[in-house]
C-alpha cells in the first residue's frame, strides 16, 4: 500500500508536471493526495497531477519516487490505469452519472459534480467554455473562447445551481466542459 510519484516533465501552466498513483486503490491515492497537500482537482481518473513544487509534500507524504515506466507498470499491475483510447468512455460514463445525480439534461461533454476531479481542458471551439465552481458562495471561474460560450456557462450554471438546490444543495459545486449549442466551428 503505496503512492508513487515520477518526474515532472510535462509542461502545462508555466511549470512541469509528474503523476501520482496507488499500486492498490484509487482510496489509498485520495489518502496520499491529501497527504501532500495536493487539490482534489488534480485528479485525473487513474492519477493526480503534481507540479515540480509540490516535490517535498510528497516526500514528506511518504510518496515512493519512481521513473516513468516503473509508475506505468506499476499502475497497470494494480488494475487501476485507464489506458488513454479508453479516457473519453471513461470520461463520458462519470459525465452520465454525475448528470444523472443532479438530473441534469442535457448534460455538458464533461462534467465533474464535487471537488474531486477535473474535466478536459477548454477545446479550441467557437463557443467553448470551462466552468469551475468550488464553493456556491463564490463567483465561478469561466474560462470561454467568445461570448457566445461565456453565455453558454452562465446558463450552464443557472441549470446547475437549480438542479443542485433541488437536491438540498446550496448550489453547484463541480466542473464543466461544453461547447454552446448551434455554434458552427469556422
Do not use: K
Amino acid at each position: 500500500m503505496t503512492v508513487y510519484a515520477d518526474t515532472p516533465l510535462w509542461g502545462r501552466h508555466s511549470t512541469l508536471w509528474g503523476h501520482l498513483i496507488s499500486d492498490t486503490s484509487l482510496e489509498e491515492l485520495h489518502r496520499g493526495a491529501d497527504r501532500a497537500g495536493l487539490h482534489p482537482r488534480a485528479f485525473d481518473l487513474d492519477h493526480y497531477d503534481w507540479p515540480a513544487s509540490a516535490h517535498r509534500d510528497l516526500e514528506r507524504a511518504g510518496a515512493v519516487f519512481v521513473d516513468g515506466r516503473e509508475l506505468t507498470r506499476i499502475l497497470i499491475a494494480s488494475g487501476l490505469r485507464i489506458p488513454l483510447v479508453d479516457r473519453p468512455a471513461a470520461r463520458a460514463r462519470r459525465t452520465a452519472e454525475h448528470a444523472a445525480q443532479l438530473g441534469l439534461d442535457p448534460a455538458p461533454r464533461d462534467l465533474i459534480v464535487g471537488l474531486v476531479g477535473h474535466v478536459d481542458p477548454l477545446p479550441d471551439e467557437p463557443g467553448a467554455y470551462r466552468l469551475t465552481c468550488d464553493d456556491p458562495a463564490a463567483a465561478p471561474r469561466i474560462e470561454a473562447r467568445d461570448e457566445t460560450g461565456r453565455v453558454a456557462a452562465e446558463e450552464f450554471l443557472r441549470r446547475a445551481n437549480a438542479a443542485a438546490r433541488a437536491c438540498g444543495e446550496t448550489g453547484f459545486v463541480g466542473q464543466a466542459m461544453d461547447v454552446a449549442a448551434g455554434v458552427a466551428a469556422d
